[in-house]
C-alpha cells in the first residue's frame, strides 16, 4: 500500500538498486542518531547544536526543512535548510544548511535524493533558487553540490580578523 | 578570466568530446575539425592524455580514441594539471620584498584559491551534465575559457 504522504515534499520512498530509501522530515528521536552519524562525518560531537537546529527546523514545515534519508531503522544520511528572504539584499531562495551521508554510502546517490528532495520542499515554499556556502577545502562536498548542478552565485563570502580596539 | 595555455583546452575539448559517448572513438583529425584546432597539435595533446590514462588509442578500421578515465573521479583540475601549473606559488613579476608586491600577492593569492577550488571541484560528469543542459551547443563557443 502507498502512503498519500510520499506525495509531499518532504517525504518521499526511492530505490537505489535493491535498498528502499525513505525520505521523512527529522522528529526528536532521530537526533542521537544525527549527532553520531555528524560525529563519525566530522570527527565533532556536537549534540547541543543539533537539538538546537531540530528544535528551529524540525518543527516548522513551512520555510524549514530538515530531512533524513532511512533504510529501515537506519539512518543512512540527512539535509537541512531553510527559506531566506532579502537577506544580503537577495530575494528569497532556499539555503542548505549542509547534506551529511554515512561516509560509506558516499557517491552511491543518497545524497542526491535528500537534495532533490530539500528542492521540492523549497519549490512548494514558493522558491525556485538554492544556495549553499562550503569551505574552500571541503572537495567532496563542492564536488556534490556541482554535480547538482549548482554553479558560483552573485556573492563573495568576505572577512578579516578584527584589530584590537575596532 | 582565466587564461589556458592552448595545450591545456585542447585536453579539455578532446576529453569532453570523448568522454561524452564512452562507445565511440574519435580521430585526431574528427576532433580537430569540429573545434577548428591543430590536427597534430592535438594529436601531442591526445598522447600525453593517453599516457595520464584518460583515453586510450583503438586501432584498425573505425579506430581513434575513446575515454577510457572514470568521469566521476576525474576532475577538471586533474585534465588542466597534465599540461599547466595551477596554483604554483607566487605570481611571476611581483616583486616579493615591496609593500605593494606583498599586497598585489595577497589579491593574486585569493584568485588562485578560488581557480584552485573551482577547477578541482568539478568532475567530467559534472560537465557532462552542463554540456547536456546547454545543448544545442556551438562548437567553437563554450566559452568557459581562453586560449593563450
Known amino acids: ?166 | 578570466m582565466m587564461s589556458l595555455q592552448k595545450a591545456t583546452l585542447f585536453a579539455l575539448y578532446a576529453v569532453l568530446e570523448l568522454a561524452e559517448d564512452t562507445d565511440r572513438q574519435l580521430s585526431a583529425s574528427e576532433i580537430a575539425e569540429r573545434y577548428n584546432i591543430s590536427t597534430n597539435h592535438l594529436a601531442k595533446v591526445l598522447r600525453d592524455l593517453g599516457r595520464a590514462g584518460l583515453v586510450e588509442s583503438v586501432r584498425g578500421a573505425g579506430g581513434g580514441y575513446r575515454f577510457c578515465g572514470n568521469a566521476k573521479r576525474t576532475t577538471l583540475l586533474d585534465v588542466v594539471r597534465l599540461f599547466e601549473e595551477v596554483g604554483a606559488g607566487p605570481t611571476s613579476g611581483i616583486v616579493q620584498e615591496t609593500n605593494a608586491g606583498v599586497a598585489l600577492s595577497l589579491v593574486m593569492d585569493e584568485i588562485e584559491e578560488i581557480t584552485h577550488a573551482t577547477l578541482l571541484s568539478i568532475s567530467i560528469e559534472t560537465m557532462l551534465k552542463l554540456m547536456r543542459k546547454r545543448r544545442p551547443e556551438k562548437p567553437s563557443s563554450t566559452g568557459l575559457f581562453r586560449a593563450v
Open chain 1, 1 to 166: 500500500m502507498v502512503d498519500a504522504a510520499q506525495d509531499t515534499p518532504g517525504y518521499n520512498l526511492v530505490s537505489i538498486g535493491e535498498h528502499k530509501i525513505n525520505i521523512r522530515p527529522a522528529v526528536k528521536d532521530d537526533l542521537a542518531n544525527v549527532v553520531a552519524l555528524d560525529d563519525r562525518t566530522t570527527g565533532l560531537r556536537k549534540p547541543e547544536y543539533w537539538d538546537d537546529l531540530f528544535t528551529r527546523y524540525g518543527n516548522r514545515k513551512d520555510s524549514r526543512f530538515f530531512l533524513i534519508a532511512e533504510e529501515g531503522d537506519t539512518l543512512l544520511g540527512c539535509i537541512f535548510g531553510e527559506v531566506r528572504s532579502w537577506e544580503f539584499n537577495s530575494v528569497p531562495c532556499g539555503w542548505v544548511g549542509t547534506v551529511s551521508v554515512e561516509p560509506n554510502l558516499r557517491m552511491g546517490g543518497i545524497g542526491s535524493i535528500l537534495y532533490k528532495e530539500i528542492c521540492r520542499c523549497f519549490r512548494k515554499a514558493g522558491v525556485t533558487k538554492i544556495r549553499t556556502m562550503i569551505p574552500r577545502d571541503a572537495t567532496d562536498l563542492m564536488s556534490f553540490f556541482r554535480a547538482q548542478g549548482m554553479m558560483a552565485g552573485p556573492f563573495i563570502q568576505l572577512e578579516t580578523d578584527m584589530d584590537e580596539g575596532v
